[in-house]
T-cell receptor, first 113, second 114 residues
């Protein structure tokens, strides 16, 4: 157990639907990061939050949004889902800047049918 | 924008032998960090080793070591005495400060053969 908790572990939904992925960071970590990993590909950076504030944004689609709450947990909202959104979504956390590396959750496997 | 390139999509090595995975990166920054992550079939992302760009000494963690060549922007991972449990995808990653968002390469799939 890495200390980063992601729920749900698996999610199957239909095209056009909206889903919410949840992440609880490791205790003491203030930064949360979201990544998308499509089948057998690398990790694409989506967005970063630090202590409730958006800090960096990567290749995140306009249909996707995220937020970090006062208790530091984060949610990634995916709307108007398409087949191509099927992927493994990782959340990671770190102490402040992450220069000691990120701690990753086990991911949420999203399948859009 | 920073880019990370892993030119070896797949590699294999015999158990107990040594293998080196390559990684190059492109940046105009001077203050940054480099990482190698391992992703076994379980899909969990596991930090293997990290390197601070301002340190010339190569990082070592047990059987894992890096060859960091800052001028060449190269950051290779050497795995000594390979074990079956080393079979995984290996991702090279770059992170610059102060933002701290980590960017990953496409990965190298390593298979350790008995």
């Amino acid at each position: 157990d890495s200390g980063v908790t992601q729920t749900p572990k698996h999610l199957i939904t239909a095209t056009g639907q909206r889903v919410t992925l949840r992440c609880s960071p490791r205790s003491g970590d203030l930064s949360v990061y979201w990544y998308q990993q499509s089948l057998d590909q690398g990790l694409q950076f989506l967005i970063q939050y630090y202590n409730g504030e958006e800090r960096a944004k990567g290749n995140i689609l306009e249909r996707f949004s995220a937020q970090q709450f006062p208790d530091l947990h984060s949610e990634l909202n995916l709307s108007s889902l398409e087949l191509g959104d099927s992927a493994l979504y990782f959340c990671a956390s770190s102490v402040v800047g992450g220069n000691y590396g990120y701690t990753f959750g086990s991911g949420t496997r999203l399948t859009v049918v | 924008a920073q880019t990370v390139t892993q030119s070896q999509p797949e590699m294999s090595v015999q158990e107990a032998e040594t293998v080196t995975l390559s990684c190059t990166y492109d940046t105009s920054e001077n203050n940054y960090y480099l990482f190698w992550y391992k992703q076994p079939p379980s899909r969990q992302m596991i930090l293997v080793i990290r390197q601070e760009a301002y340190k010339q000494q190569n990082a070592t963690e047990n059987r894992f070591s890096v060859n960091f060549q800052k001028a060449a922007k190269s950051f290779s991972l050497k795995i000594s005495d390979s074990q079956l449990g080393d079979t995984a995808m290996y991702f090279c990653a770059f992170m610059n400060l102060p933002i701290g968002d980590m960017r990953f390469g496409a990965g190298t799939r390593l298979t350790v053969k008995p």
